[in-house]
């Protein structure tokens, strides 16, 4: 399904909003005198992305979304998953098996690059810590941190389908013992992390969400994730265990 949406933009500005819902691909982006991307908020209204809140998480991810981790190299030490290890993939570096290592990243830049392209409705920057958002896409310019024992809410609305994406041109820091909160419907399954840097956490935190990094990805020793991690670069983990929701 394609089509355009109208909207009226900052101004009085008429903002033509183009969306495809083609299975196996999350795109949407809006027109006013040119194309406007990323870092280009289209105002409070979340409405103008309902045309991909209501993609699966299996469409935006195709064949990652059976994954726990993925990434050129991995470190894996003591850690438990229920999705498929990346180390798999590694073991197997060419070819054109849907398996190998080659396909997988080069189907992750997919994702990476149609999550990031995604227009913003609003602006974020510093600590997380103590917020409580909406969904909505949102966009960092430059590092995005949350401090030592930092607490996120995610409040979905009543919207189980609630889509939550945080665009951050630089790298994510999470502080040790950190907890990720998702309440009123918001789910795992919904929550996207890209970044053109590094995701980092410290060591006992509770997170959440699909972690899309062309940096190297460490949640930190003795963390938890619900979601999948997923990088363009390296993933160390120790201690880490992994829960990755079903399809949706």
């Not at 991995?74 to 190998?100: D, H």
């Amino acid at each position: 399904m394609k089509g355009w949406l109208e909207k009226n933009g900052p101004a009085g500005a008429l903002l033509l909003i183009a969306f495809s819902l083609v299975p196996g691909a999350a795109s949407a982006y809006f027109a006013t005198f040119g194309v406007g991307t990323g870092g280009t908020p289209v105002g409070s209204d979340f409405a103008l992305t309902r045309a991909v809140d209501r993609l699966t998480t299996a469409a935006i991810l195709g064949v990652l979304v059976n994954y726990s981790t993925l990434a050129p190299a991995i470190t894996e030490t003591s850690s438990t998953m229920n999705g498929i290890s990346g180390s798999s993939a590694i073991e197997n570096p060419s070819g054109q098996e849907s398996t190998s290592a080659t396909y997988l990243l080069d189907q992750l830049r997919t994702p990476y690059a149609e999550m990031m392209a995604l227009p913003s409705n609003a602006q974020i920057s510093g600590d997380l810590n103590g917020m409580t958002l909406v969904p909505g896409v949102y966009f960092d310019s430059g590092a995005l941190n949350m401090a030592a024992s930092g607490v996120l809410t995610l409040d979905g609305r009543g919207d189980s389908n609630s889509l939550f994406v945080f665009q951050v041109t630089g790298a994510v820091g999470i502080g040790a013992g950190s907890l990720i909160k998702l309440t009123n419907g918001a789910q795992a399954n919904h929550v996207y992390w890209v970044t053109t840097g590094a995701f980092g956490g410290g060591a006992g935190s509770a997170l959440v969400g699909n972690v899309i990094a062309q940096g190297a990805a460490n949640p930190g020793a003795g963390s938890t994730l619900t979601g999948r991690l997923l990088s363009l670069a390296a993933i160390t983990i120790t201690s880490v265990t992994i829960t990755t929701p079903r399809q949706s």
